[in-house]
Each structure stands twice: as structure tokens, then as C-alpha cells.
């Protein structure tokens, strides 16, 4: 057995805003921007809680008042100021579309299964984004989030040539996007006649999502750890973050040990530590009904993504529904930090690492989601009463430790 967790062990985490690089098949560029050189990256060192990463917030340009020409298009092709993105997401990842859908002249349509916290619909709204909620079903049903938001970007290209607006090229294929083929003939379209064409951005099966992680949220970790970490954990849904951070760290090092921690109902546990993702009575579209397997949100799945299968793992731990409760209210209590389901998924598996690898080792791990997604849900006595979730402990024991 491992010996207990000391005060010599340090766990780090990296705040993320969920990286988005992976929205586009290129990275928009000026002449003027192309020109420049790479940038830098210099050493930091680690902030020591909370109150310490408050400061030295970085400046950014606000394009749309310095620039009196306006953005410029996607360098791609593959969509158009005007343009639509389309997503199917528990919420996260979606969040962060709407976000800097606008930064490019685009839209964003949304579409979330129904049993995701009311709280991400809003902010999805309030950003300016579309949001169509639907009832969760297996990825193989026609009807689920992610294929919906498949056919809504073929719809919104059908629309798009219909009236004459869209981008008159290869990328603006109105049967199929990424081999699936359209069925919206069924149904009336949803978008109004000016759309410009759609963009699915697929972030489960789109590379450019691990490439996001491989190329920044990996060098940020080694950047700010001097190359000084033992081990990385994190969860995964689309997988591009656990795999393109974990690529990354062992080909820096390749003694740096990567883990993944999973919830309940997900097999991506059974895969790292069996080779075997599930029997075949619990593979999706096989199930007899939805049933309730985790309060956590945006994290397991039950399918290889091919952003998964480029992870380089070392191990998986098995989290419950109850440790990432106790998780999130103990750094809340200790540490002022207010974190979502996933964030505090994360924060049991560091800990368990931790108690693995035994004391004065750095692990570091991603706060990914707020807890202010989560208010309905995940911080609702209500909700945490009806399964048997509500939070008891005192300290750290649900671990184990005192």
C-alpha cells in the first residue's frame, strides 16, 4: 500500500479556459501577423494558491475596435464570416465556441443533451449563441446531440447555396460532412436565409483538438514547471486534452508518468488498465435504456474518440460521484476554489496519483469547468439528496486521509 499523502507532495493544476485552436483547420493570420516571429515562452514559476495567480493579467488586442477593416476570412475555406459552427457539447467546449465564434464574424449553434445543467444553456445564450436542447440517446441513434449538430452544419450550407451565400468552393458540400451523409431533406431547415454556410467542429473526432493541447497546454505545463513534474492526470471526453498533453510530456520526458482518472459509467478505464472497453452487453446502442451513471459533466465516454487513441497513458484510476462532491466542497472550504464536476474529478485522481507515487513528487492536473455551470446540478441539495450525493466530510477522509 502506498504510503500517506505529505505535505511534501505538491499537486499543481493548470487553469484552463478550454483551449480552441482546434475550431479551425488553420489558424487565421494577417500578412502583417504572418511576418512575425514565434513567441517565446519563458520560465515561470508555480503560483502558490489562489491569491497568488491574481496579477499580471495579460493585455489583449480588442480586434474589432483597432481594426477598421474588419476580421479577415478564415484562411480554409472551410467557413465564412456569416458562417455558422455547429457543436454538439455537454456544454464546456461549447461555451468557449460561442465565445470566439463572434471574434471571427461567425455564429454558433449549439446543440446539448437536456440533462446537462440548465446553467450552460444560459451562458451559451447570453453569448449569442443558439441553443437547440435534445433528450440524451447512444452515439449510434441518428438523434444524438453530436449527430444533430452534424446535420445542422449540412443544413445550414443547403440553405446557405439555396439563396446564394454561401462560399462557392469545395469546403461547402451540402450531402456529407466527415463521411456521414445528410437526412435533413426530412425536415425543415432551422436557419435563416442570409446564413453563409456551416462548420461542424467535431471536436471529438477533430485532430487539430489534440494538436491544441500538444501544442499549447503541454509546453505551458513543462514551461511553468521547468521541466521539474513527476506525473500529469486529468479525465477525458473528446480526449484531446489528456492525450495531446500527455504526448507531449513523454516525449519531453519520458519518465513523466501520465494517468487518466475516469467516472462512473464510462470505459475508458476498462480500456487503459484491461485493453477491453466494455462487454458487449454495455457498448453503446446496445443498452436497453439511458441510465443515470454519473453526476459529473463533459467527461467518460463509452467509445475510442480518435483523440483518445493518441494518449500515452501509464495507468487509470476509477473516481465516484461522491469523491468529486467532497472534492469540490474541501477546496472550496480550503482553498477558495469554486470548481466544477469535472475540475474536481480531476482533483481525486491528483490525490490518488499522489498517494501512489508516494510524497515529494509534482502531479499536475487541468481546473477545466467552474462551478458556477453547475448550480443546478452539482450544487444543488436538491439534486445531490435524490442520489444519495449529499457532502458529510470533514476533511480529506473520503480519501483516506486525515
Known amino acids: 500500500m502506498a504510503p500517506p499523502l505529505r505535505t511534501t507532495s505538491a499537486i499543481a493544476t493548470a487553469l484552463s479556459i478550454a483551449l480552441l485552436s482546434y475550431l479551425l483547420c488553420k ?20 503560483r502558490n494558491g489562489l491569491v497568488a495567480a491574481i496579477g499580471n493579467t495579460p493585455l489583449i488586442r480588442i480586434n474589432s475596435l483597432s481594426d477598421a477593416t474588419g476580421c479577415e476570412a478564415l484562411e480554409s475555406g472551410a467557413l465564412a464570416q456569416g458562417g455558422i459552427i455547429t457543436e454538439g457539447s455537454a456544454g464546456s467546449t461549447a461555451i468557449s465556441l460561442a465565445t470566439v465564434a463572434p ?4 455564429k454558433c449553434h449549439v446543440v446539448i443533451p437536456d440533462d446537462a445543467a440548465i446553467e450552460k444553456s444560459q451562458i451559451l445564450e447570453a453569448l449569442g449563441a443558439t441553443v437547440e436542447r435534445v433528450r440524451p440517446v447512444s452515439i449510434t441513434h441518428k438523434d444524438h446531440f453530436v449527430n444533430i449538430a452534424r446535420r445542422r452544419a449540412l443544413e445550414a450550407n443547403q440553405v446557405a447555396l439555396k439563396h446564394g451565400k454561401g462560399n462557392q468552393n ?15 431533406g426530412k425536415q425543415d431547415p432551422i436557419f435563416y436565409s442570409d446564413c453563409k454556410g456551416g462548420f461542424f467542429a467535431d471536436q471529438f473526432e477533430n485532430l487539430a483538438n489534440f494538436r491544441a493541447h500538444y501544442e499549447g497546454t503541454g509546453p505551458e505545463i513543462w514551461d511553468q514547471t521547468g521541466g521539474k513534474l513527476d506525473a500529469f492526470i486529468a479525465a ?16 519531453k520526458n519520458a519518465n513523466v508518468r501520465c494517468f487518466l482518472i475516469d467516472p462512473p459509467g464510462s ?13 458487449r452487453e454495455e457498448a ?40 468529486a462532491v467532497e472534492m469540490s466542497r474541501y477546496l472550496l472550504k480550503n482553498d477558495g476554489l469554486f470548481l466544477g464536476s469535472s475540475s474536481a474529478m480531476n482533483c481525486v485522481g ?25 448550480l443546478s446540478k452539482f450544487y444543488d441539495v436538491g439534486y445531490l439528496s435524490k442520489y444519495g450525493l449529499m457532502p458529510s466530510a470533514v476533511g480529506l477522509e473520503f480519501l483516506g486521509l486525515k
Request: aromatic share 6%.
Open 103 to 106: 471574434a471571427f464574424g461567425c
Open 236 to 251: 477525458a471526453g473528446t480526449g484531446g486534452t489528456v492525450a495531446g498533453v500527455s504526448r507531449f510530456l513523454k516525449e
Open 284 to 323: 453503446e446502442g446496445r443498452r436497453l435504456k439511458n441510465p443515470f451513471d454519473t453526476i459529473t459533466e463533459g467527461i467518460g465516454i463509452n467509445r475510442l474518440t480518435e483523440n483518445f487513441k493518441l494518449a500515452e497513458l501509464d495507468g487509470a484510476f476509477r473516481g465516484t460521484d461522491l469523491e
Open 350 to 374: 491528483a490525490v490518488r496519483v499522489a498517494q501512489a507515487l508516494g510524497p515529494g513528487h509534482t502531479i499536475v492536473t487541468i481546473l477545466c469547468d467552474s462551478g458556477m455551470r453547475h
Open 267 to 279: 470505459g475508458l478505464f476498462n480500456k487503459v488498465t484491461r485493453g477491453v472497453m466494455y462487454t
Open 27 to 46: 489558424k487565421t493570420r494577417s500578412k502583417a501577423s504572418s511576418k512575425k516571429t514565434p513567441k517565446t515562452l519563458s520560465v515561470k514559476k508555480a
Open 170 to 184: 469545395e469546403y461547402l458540400d451540402v450531402k456529407q460532412i466527415n463521411g456521414y451523409t445528410s437526412d435533413s
